[in-house]
C-alpha cells in the first residue's frame, strides 16, 4: 500500500514538474491582407493609378512586418512591379501600376503566398480627355504659316490628356519660295502628306520633333483623304472627346480646303466635306480655322456632324487660331464641359486679336438647336415671299441698315431681322421676323459670340455670329453671273429650302456681276520681290490689291480676297520674308485690278528695290515685270512718305507724289484669257473718274498705315530663317529713276 502511495505521488511530482521529452501544440492563427487605400480609382489607358495601399496582419492584430508581398495583373493589360515589402506597421504600397491601353476595368492581384493571404483591386482605365485633330491643307500660298502653326503647338508643351495629332502637307513650290528647306524643320521633304502625333520630345522648336509619317502625294482637298484622316487620329489618339481643326482657305457656301499639287486652285466643295464625314459619330467640337465659314448654309451641312460648330463670319487673319493659348487652355481644365471650352476657344481667338489691325468675328453653336432655328428661318423666307410685292422697300431699308461684311453678300441674320421687325407694323411677318431673331440668339443655340472692328477695317459691331446670302443688288453687294459665287452654284448647295426659294424672287430682278472665267488651271499668280538689304535691315513691304468692286485687300488684313487668295504677311508673325502675293480664282470679276507697293517700314536711309513676278499657269516659270524696263526696277523710300500728307489723293499716288507708296501693275482680264500684267504708271484712263480708289479710300488707307505702325511691336519675328525666295533682288540692284 505505502509502496503504491510512492509511486502515485512521484507521478503528481513529475507531472508538475514537466516532461521534457513532449511539446504542446502551438495556437493555429489566419492572416488577413486588406487594402486600406487606393481601390475603385480612374486613370487614363497606360497612366500609373495612385498608390494602393495594403496591410497584412495576423488573426490576433499583429502587424505582419518585413513579409514579401507578390503583385501581379490580373487583368485588362498594363504592368507592376513583381514585389513589395511590408513596413513595421505590416504596410505596403504599390505605386508602380500602369494601366493598359484600352479602357475597361483593370484588376491587380495582391498576395501573401506564406500566408495564403490575398486580395484584389480594381480600376478603371479611361481615353484621354481629348485628341485635336488638324486637318492642314496647307499645300498652297499657306504653306509656310501651316509650319509657324506647328510651332504654336509644339510651344505649348506636352500633356497626355490633351493629345494633337495633325496630317498635313506644304507645298513644295510655296516653300520654297519662301527659302525653307524640308531638314530645316525637321520633315524629309514637302512633295508627300505627313501624319505626325504630337509627343513629349526634349526639343521641341524650330522644326517638327518626334516620328513623322510620310503617306507620298494625297489630294488633300478630296472626301477620302479626310475621312481616313478621321480614323487613323481616333486609332493612334483615342479620346473621350473629340474636336477637328479643319485647316485653310474657305469661302462659306463657296467651299474650303485647296490642294494645288493635286487639286488645282479650286476648294472642296461643301457638300463634300459633309459626305466624307457623316456616318461617324459626331465630333464634339468642329472649329473652322478659315475665312468665311459663320453662314447658314454651313450650319446646314453641320446638322448631325458634329455637337459644338465653331466659325467666323469674316476674313481671318493669316495666323489664324493662336494653338499654343487654345492648347495651354485646354490643357489647364481638360475636364471642362465641351460647351465650356467651345466658348474657350470663342474667347482665346478673339482676346488674341483685340486690338489688332484686323477685325475679327468668331461664335460658337451648339448643333442641337439648329433645327429649332432651321424651322424659324424657313417660316421667315417664306412669310418673306408672300409679303415681297407689299414690303418690299421695308425690306431694301432694312437691308441697308443691316451689318454686312467684306464681301457683302453676305448679311448678318440677327441684325437684319432685328431692323426688319423696327420697320414694320404689327403681323406675320414681324412676327415671323421677331422669332427669327429669338432663334438665332437663343442659348440653346448660340453658345459664345465675340467681334472686334479694328479702326479702318470692316466694321463688325453689330455681327451676332451667323449670316446668310442676302444681296442688296447695288454694287459688289450681289451675285455673281458665272462660277461657284453665283446663285446658280448656291441652290445646288441647299435645293428648294425656302430661303433659296426666296432669294429666287428677291434676285430675279438684280443684276449679276460679271465674271471671267480664265479657264481649267489659268489663274494670274502675281508677288512683289524686294531686295535682301530691305530684310536685312528690318524693312517690309505690303502688297496692295485694288480689285474692280474698288475694295482694297492686304494680306495683313486677312488671306482672301473678293476672287482670290493671298500669301501670308511678310512681316513679323507670319513670314518675315521679301515677299508677299495674291492668287486669283479661275472665276475673277471683270474690270482693272491695281497693285500697289507701300515699304510701311524701313529706316530713312534705307531704299527698297522691288520687282513684280507673275504668271498665268500654275507652277510655270515667273516672268519679271520690271528686270528688262531700261529704266530699272521700282525704288521705294521714306523721303516722302504718303503718311506725312493730310489730304493724299489717288491722283497723287499715281502720279509718284510719294515715295514709299507706288502704283506697280495693272490687269485687265478678258473673256476666256488673260490680259498680260502691265506696269505703271498706268495710261491715263486709268486715273479717269470712277476707274479707281477715290480720295476718300485714300485717306482711309492713310490710317491704315498710321494703325500698323502703333501695332508694330506687337509683331513676334518667325523663329525660322529662309535662304531664298525667288532669287531675291540683290542690294545693287538698279534703281528705277
Known sequence: MKKTLLAAACMVLLAACGDSSTTPDEPSFTY???????????????????????????????????????VSVASGGGSVGSTVSTDASGTALVSDWALGDQPGTNTLTITAPQFSASTSVT?????????????????????????????????????????????????????????????????????????????????????????????????????????????????????????????????????????????????????????ALQGMPPFDIVDFDMCYMGGYEVLDN?????????????????????????LNAIQAD????????????????????????????????????????????????????????????????????????TQPVKTDIADL??????????????????????????????????????????????????????????????????????????????????????????TAAQDRLAMVDLGPGRVLEVYQVWDEATVDRGGDIDFWLWEPDERLWIPYLGVRSSTGTFSADSYGADTGGYFEGWLSDRYVQDGRYEIWAHQWTAPDDLVSQLDVRFRF???????????????????LSQAARIEDDATPTYDEVVAGAYTNIKAVAFWDPVAASSAPLRSSPPPPALAAPGLGPTDDDVARLKRLIERRARDREADRGPSVTRATLFEPLPSAARARR
Open 32 to 70: 488577413e491582407l486588406t487594402v486600406l487605400e487606393g481601390a475603385g480609382q480612374t486613370a487614363r489607358i497606360g497612366a500609373t493609378v495612385g498608390a494602393i495601399r495594403v496591410r497584412l496582419l495576423r488573426g490576433d492584430g499583429r502587424p505582419m512586418a518585413s513579409e514579401t508581398i507578390s
Open 123 to 275: 480600376a478603371e482605365a479611361r481615353y484621354p480627355r481629348w485628341t485635336l485633330m488638324v486637318y492642314m491643307a496647307a499645300d498652297n500660298n499657306l504653306s509656310l504659316q501651316g509650319y509657324f502653326d506647328l510651332e504654336e503647338m509644339e510651344a505649348a508643351g506636352f500633356d497626355p490628356e490633351v493629345q494633337v495629332v495633325v496630317q498635313g502637307e506644304f507645298s513644295p513650290y510655296y516653300m520654297q519660295l519662301d527659302g525653307v528647306t524640308p531638314g530645316l524643320i525637321g520633315l524629309d521633304t514637302y512633295s508627300s502628306t505627313f501624319r505626325y502625333v504630337l509627343g513629349d520630345y526634349p526639343q521641341r522648336i524650330p522644326g517638327i520633333d518626334g516620328p513623322v509619317q510620310y503617306m507620298g502625294a494625297v489630294n488633300m482637298a478630296s472626301q477620302q483623304a479626310l475621312r481616313d484622316f478621321v480614323g487613323w487620329a481616333k486609332s493612334v489618339a483615342p479620346a473621350e472627346r473629340y474636336l477637328l481643326v479643319p485647316w485653310n482657305h474657305g469661302a462659306g457656301f463657296e467651299g474650303l480646303l485647296q490642294d494645288m499639287t493635286q487639286a488645282g486652285n479650286e476648294l472642296m466643295p461643301l457638300g463634300e466635306f459633309r459626305s
Open 302 to 326: 453641320m446638322e448631325g456632324i458634329a455637337e459644338f460648330v465653331i466659325v467666323s463670319e469674316e476674313l481671318v487673319p493669316g495666323p489664324g487660331l493662336p494653338y499654343h493659348l487654345v
Open 334 to 405: 481638360p475636364t471642362a464641359s465641351t460647351e465650356s471650352v467651345a466658348g474657350m476657344l470663342v474667347n482665346t481667338f478673339a482676346d488674341y486679336y483685340e486690338g489688332s489691325r484686323a477685325s475679327v468675328t468668331k461664335s460658337a453653336y451648339r448643333m442641337e438647336g439648329y433645327p429649332a432655328f432651321e424651322n424659324a428661318l424657313d417660316a421667315f423666307a417664306g412669310q418673306m415671299k408672300s409679303d415681297l410685292s407689299t414690303s418690299a422697300d421695308v425690306i431694301d431699308s432694312a437691308l441697308g441698315e443691316a451689318q454686312k461684311f
Open 417 to 506: 431681322v432685328r431692323a426688319l421687325s423696327a420697320r414694320l407694323p404689327s403681323g406675320p411677318l414681324r412676327s415671323a421676323a421677331t422669332t427669327l431673331e429669338d432663334a438665332a440668339l437663343s442659348q440653346e443655340f448660340l453658345v459664345a459670340n465675340r467681334r472686334y472692328s479694328a479702326p479702318d477695317d470692316q466694321n463688325v459691331d453689330r455681327a451676332t455670329g451667323l449670316y446668310f446670302l442676302f444681296p442688296s443688288g447695288d454694287g459688289e453687294d450681289r451675285f455673281r453671273d458665272d462660277g461657284r459665287s453665283s446663285f446658280d452654284y448656291y441652290k445646288t448647295l441647299i435645293p428648294g429650302s425656302p430661303w433659296s426659294s426666296f432669294l429666287e424672287n428677291w
Open 617 to 635: 499657269e500654275l507652277f510655270d516659270d515667273f516672268s519679271s515685270l520690271y528686270a528688262d524696263d531700261p529704266e530699272g526696277f521700282i525704288q
